[in-house]
């Protein structure tokens, strides 16, 4: 089975700080991609990477950054929290051939509270 | 104007009954059609794909159906159990790399 590993289900951190999100997935997968779902929003991409150091910018990039330095994990990081960053941030993954092009695979979800 | 639209946006039923989920999509064209479960607090997970060929597709007591002169699709979730009790994501894939979501119906299924 595809498996996709967020480093945090829970974080808290405080407004400022720097946070890490960090994502592996073990399938060999080409494109990867980090989402955020608030209530009432549904999922909103923030950046997807379709190869190791490349990444394009999704809807809501601001505030966000990514890298890829290896093609099984995916980092968020955001380098100053905000309070508008509570969220919980999906990551997922999906070949880029095969029966399964396009299905994503998703982490557990990790939920991030900034006070 | 969200391009896959969800209804209802909640739903409870009685354990035992059936129900149906509607999605509507402008998105055109795409790869394929998939509902996602996503229990709370966990990602979502796939439920069925459909291509833009396919009427109907059943997984369990999950069976999803695409009309694509409509823009159309439909979870018809059959003799419900407690555990379905979730956030069922319409999603309209366009290629690999880019997808979009529906905001999700919420069922709740009680004893």
């Known amino acids: 089975d595809v498996k996709v590993t967020q480093s945090s289900r829970y974080l808290v951190k405080r407004t400022g700080e720097k946070v890490f999100l960090e994502c592996v997935q073990d399938m060999d997968h080409e494109n990867m991609f980090w989402y955020r779902q608030d209530p009432g929003l549904g999922l909103r991409l923030i950046y997807f990477s379709y190869d190791v150091k490349m990444k394009e910018k999704g809807d809501i990039p601001e505030g966000y950054s990514v890298s890829r330095e290896k093609k099984e994990r995916f980092s968020l990081i955001l380098e100053s929290a905000s309070t508008n960053q509570t969220s919980m941030y999906l990551c997922?993954?999906?070949?880029?051939?095969?029966?399964?092009?396009?299905?994503?695979?998703f982490g557990e979800g990790s939920r991030l509270t900034v006070l | 104007k969200n391009q896959v639209e969800q209804s209802p946006q909640s739903l409870i039923i009685l354990e035992g009954k059936n129900c149906t989920l509607q999605?509507?999509?402008?998105?055109?064209?795409?790869?394929?059609l998939r509902w996602y479960k996503q229990d709370t607090g966990r990602g979502p997970v796939s439920l069925t794909i459909?291509?833009?060929?396919?009427n109907t597709k059943s997984n369990g007591r999950y069976t999803a159906t695409l009309d694509a002169d409509t823009k159309q699709s439909s979870l018809h979730i059959t003799a419900s159990q407690l555990s379905d009790s979730a956030s069922y994501i319409c999603?309209?894939?366009?290629?690999?790399?880019?997808?979009?979501f529906g905001d999700g119906t919420t069922l709740t299924v009680k004893p």
């Open positions: 997922a993954s999906t070949p880029l051939t095969g029966y399964n092009t396009g299905e994503l695979f």
């Open positions: 999603v309209v894939i366009i290629n690999a790399g880019k997808s979009t």
């Open positions: 459909m291509t833009f060929s396919e």
């Open positions: 999605c509507n999509y402008t998105v055109s064209p795409f790869s394929n």
